[in-house]
C-alpha cells in the first residue's frame, strides 16, 4: 500500500464535496483525497463503478483494461467516437470530465501482464470481468501489500462481488443513554435520553481462493443458507463457465451455453452433496450481456463499499454481496468460509 500523505482540502474542494463532509465528515473526506485506486475492467459494472469513484473525491483513478469499446456495451461513458478502439481510451474522456480535481489515468495493458510492483502502487484495488483465477492472484499480490481487494461481475440481472479488507478498523457512531452526575459525583444513566459516541471496531477477512471453495452449505447455518443458496450457486456457476469457457455466456450460443451452465451447476451441487436442484435452467435465460440496472445497483453499492473502508467510516460489508434483479430488489449480504 502506498505511504500516507497529509493532505488539506482547499476551498474550491470544500464547496464541491459540501454535501459528503456533512455526510461522512472532514477526516474521512481528506482520507479519500490520498486514495489511489485501480479499477480493472471498463464495462457497465466497471462504468459505474468509475463514475461513483470519480464523485467521490478519491486522489487519483487508473483504469485498466485492454480490450476495445464495442456498440453494445453498458459502458455508458464510451465515447462513440472512440468505438473499435481501446475501451479505456473510449472512456477516459467523460471519466475525466465527471471531477476535474480527480487524477485518472489509462493503462491498456492486459492485467495478466502487470507484475507484483505495479499493484502495490495503489491504496485500492477493485477487479471486474476477470477469470476468477487471475482474481485469485491478484488478491492474493493484494494480501502482500495490505491492499483491500474487491472483485464484482454482473450476468444479466445477476450481480455480485467478493470484499477482502484483510484486518480493517472502523468507526461507527452509536446511540448510548445519556450519563448524567450524582450529587456524590457517580454518573447515572437516563434511559429517555441519549447520546453518540464514536465505537471501534476490528473485522478480519479471509482470501478470494478460500472463500469461493468454501463449502457454505455445511459453514453457514441452515437460514443463511437458504437465504442464498440460489445466489451463490449462480454465482460459482457463472464464473465456472468463463474460466472453462474463456469468455461470458453469449445470446448467439444461447441453448448451448445455457446447457453448460446447467452441467456445471450440477458439478457444483453433487461435489457440495447437494440432492435438490438449487437453480433452475430457466434462470440462466436471465444472465446474458451486462444489463445496465443490475449494474447500477452494484456499481453503486461496491464503491459506497471502497468508500466505506477508505474512509474507516460505518460497518463494512463481509464478505460477498449478490443481488438477482430478475428475482428480488434487495441485495443480501453474506460472511462466506469463515
Request: glycine share 6%; charged share 25%.
Amino acid at each position: 500500500m502506498v505511504a500516507k500523505e497529509e493532505i488539506t482540502i482547499s476551498e474550491a474542494e470544500a464547496a464541491l464535496y459540501d454535501r459528503q463532509i456533512r455526510l461522512w465528515g472532514l477526516e474521512a473526506q481528506k482520507r479519500l483525497r490520498t486514495a489511489r485506486v485501480l479499477l480493472i475492467g471498463m464495462g457497465g459494472l466497471g462504468a459505474e463503478i468509475a463514475k461513483n469513484l470519480t464523485l467521490s473525491g478519491i486522489k487519483s483513478l487508473t483504469l485498466l483494461d485492454h480490450t476495445v469499446a464495442v456498440a453494445n456495451s453498458s459502458n455508458f461513458l464510451v465515447n462513440h467516437e472512440f468505438l473499435g478502439k481501446n475501451v479505456v481510451e473510449a472512456s477516459m474522456e467523460r471519466v475525466q470530465r465527471l471531477n476535474p480535481m480527480v487524477e485518472v489515468k489509462a493503462d491498456q495493458e492486459n492485467v495478466s501482464s502487470k507484475n507484483e510492483d505495479f499493484f502495490s502502487g495503489f491504496d485500492v484495488v477493485c477487479a471486474t470481468r476477470l477469470p476468477v483465477e487471475e482474481s485469485f492472484r491478484v488478491n492474493e499480490i493484494c494480501r502482500k501489500h495490505s491492499i483491500p481487494f474487491y472483485s464484482g461481475d454482473v450476468f444479466g440481472f445477476s450481480g455480485f462481488f467478493f470484499v477482502d479488507l484483510l484486518e480493517h478498523e472502523y468507526a461507527e457512531e452509536v446511540s448510548v443513554p445519556a450519563a448524567t452526575a450524582k450529587d456524590d459525583g457517580s454518573l447515572k444513566t437516563k434511559a429517555d435520553q441519549s447520546e453518540t459516541k464514536t465505537v471501534k471496531h476490528v473485522l478480519n477477512y479471509i482470501p478470494y481462493q478460500a472463500a469461493f471453495e468454501a463449502d457454505a452449505a455445511v459453514q453457514l447455518n441452515k437460514r443463511s443458507w437458504q437465504r442464498i443458496k440460489s445466489h451463490f450457486i449462480m454465482m460459482k456457476s457463472l464464473l465456472m463457465f468463463r474460466s472453462q469457457m474463456k469468455r461470458d455466456p453469449e445470446v448467439a450460443n444461447r441453448q448451448t451455453d445455457i446447457a453448460k451452465l446447467c452441467e456445471i451447476r450440477d458439478h457444483i451441487q453433487h461435489e457440495m452433496k447437494l440432492d435438490n436442484q438449487i437453480i433452475d435452467s430457466g434462470a440462466y435465460e436471465m444472465v446474458f450481456g451486462e444489463l445496465s440496472p443490475a449494474a447500477a445497483v452494484v456499481g453503486g453499492v461496491l464503491a459506497q463499499e471502497i468508500i466505506k473502508a477508505v474512509s474507516h467510516k460505518d460497518p463494512p460489508i463481509r464478505n460477498h454481496f449478490f443481488f438477482n434483479g430478475a428475482t428480488d430488489f434487495n441485495g443480501v449480504v453474506e460472511a462466506i468460509g469463515f
